[in-house]
Antibody, heavy 122, light 110 residues
């Protein structure tokens, strides 16, 4: 059974950093691109970025709202994808989801984690 | 302001049919496949439709998708109270080099 579990969320102050983890199981993690999304309280889904598998060059793409502040990396040996969030802003407050990505360019996202809440506040 | 446009809400009675529209442009829906996601209250999104009209294993055939030009549509027949959720369309935008979503449509089964 495919499972994705996010961790690392919590309360952080503006300007600080936070790293989220997404641990996968039930599939060959390294064969898939992994994406991060977020959903601010009461708002819709927003794509954050993705990192392709090594087979597709391991390239990354980011939403304009986080480019230069957020970085996605992965450790395929541990089946973990990371979202490093620097220079946090209050508007980064959201539930963050990771998802397994299918298709090229990104076509769809077939499995999602349960999400982890990030609150940015002083 | 979302790149894709969905109606904020739709409603219908149990057993009836509903459609949810998703409008975009030539750089997103017009040139890439569309997927649809269901988000039940307090839960993570779940893939309902991919590649415009394909259903993942386990998704009942009450759910269907179609695409024409720069618009896509999600159809749900035989509505059940358990279908009450937010529904999102999504696709890749080749001009923005970004995954884009609609703002979401809240389905109420009266």
């Amino acid at each position: 059974e495919v499972q994705l579990v996010e961790s690392g969320g919590g309360l952080e102050q503006p300007g600080r950093s936070l790293r989220l983890s997404c641990t996968g199981s039930g599939f060959t993690f390294g064969d898939y691109a992994m994406s991060w999304f977020r959903q601010a309280p009461g708002k819709g889904l927003e794509w954050v970025g993705f990192k392709r598998s090594k087979a597709y060059g391991g390239t990354t793409e980011y939403a304009a709202s986080v480019k230069g502040r957020f970085t996605i990396s992965r450790d395929d040996s541990k089946s973990i994808a990371y979202l490093q969030m620097n220079s946090l802003k209050t508007e980064d407050t959201a539930v963050y989801y990771c998802a397994r990505q299918r298709g090229y360019p990104p076509g769809h996202f077939d499995y999602w984690g349960q999400g982890t809440l990030v609150t940015v506040s002083s | 302001q979302s790149v894709l446009t969905q109606p904020p809400s739709v409603s219908a009675a149990p057993g009836q049919k509903v459609t949810i529209s998703c409008s975009g442009s030539s750089s997103n829906i017009g040139s890439n496949s569309v997927s649809w996601y269901q988000q039940l209250p307090g839960t993570a999104p779940k893939l309902l439709i991919y590649d415009n009209n394909k259903r993942p294993s386990g998704i009942p055939d009450r759910f269907s998708g179609s695409k024409s030009g720069t618009s896509a549509t999600l159809g749900i027949t035989g509505l059940q109270t358990g279908d009450e959720a937010d529904y999102y369309c999504g696709t890749w935008d080749s001009s923005l080099s970004a995954v884009v979503f609609g703002g979401g449509t809240k389905l109420t089964v009266l």
